[in-house]
């Protein structure tokens, strides 16, 4: 009820508009007939455009072939060909691009693993050697030398003179 005593204004507003300046309106109507006409005839030929786009997907796809000749299915035969080979480049390409970025990795974790290396041979170089203790004889093992490196003390035994001396 709203809305058409809206229509119902504008449209006696319009009227009246009209009315008052007949000059204005009359030689703009046939411009925008023809501009009405020109966007009704392209967005006709838009819609066939849009049509046969459809058309030909669809033979792409392997659909609606029933009606192809043999030159149209070599066509479309000869454009999924070109089209596979795109495709397959571009994946070459990214296989490619794949590996450079795996074998930086695999640098950069050697890399790593070096330094690591190095590190731990240089705390090992630097770090106070623990002490070792030499026994010499025999231990309850029966070996006849052993060293130990969880004593802090060293043992050496120095004796001058005969083996049998030494108790």
């Given at each position: 009820?709203i809305?058409?005593n809206y ?7 319009i ?5 008052f ?8 109507r046939p ?11 392209e ?10 786009l ?28 070109k ?8 994946k ?8 450079l ?6 640098r ?5 693993r070096?330094?690591l ?6 705390e ?24 130990s ?9 120095l ?9």
């Open positions: 009820s809305f058409v229509t119902f204004r504008m449209e006696k507003t009227e009246r508009y009209v009315k300046s007949p000059d204005y309106f009359v030689p703009g411009q925008v007939e023809l501009y009405l006409l020109e966007l009704k005839k967005m006709d030929i838009m819609v066939k455009k849009i049509d046969l459809e058309v030909h997907q669809r033979k792409l796809m392997g659909q609606g072939l029933g009606s192809c000749s043999l030159a149209q299915l070599q066509g479309l035969e000869t454009q999924i060909e089209s596979l080979r795109i495709i397959r480049s571009r070459a390409e990214l296989y490619a691009d794949q590996l970025k795996l074998k930086e990795k695999e950069e974790l050697l890399d790593q070096r330094r290396r190095e590190e731990e041979i240089r090992t170089l630097v770090r106070p050697m623990l002490p070792v203790t030499l026994h010499t004889g025999k231990d309850e093992t029966g070996s006849a030398c052993r060293m490196k969880h004593s802090s003390e060293v043992e050496t035994d004796f001058i003179g005969f083996p049998a001396t030494r108790l």
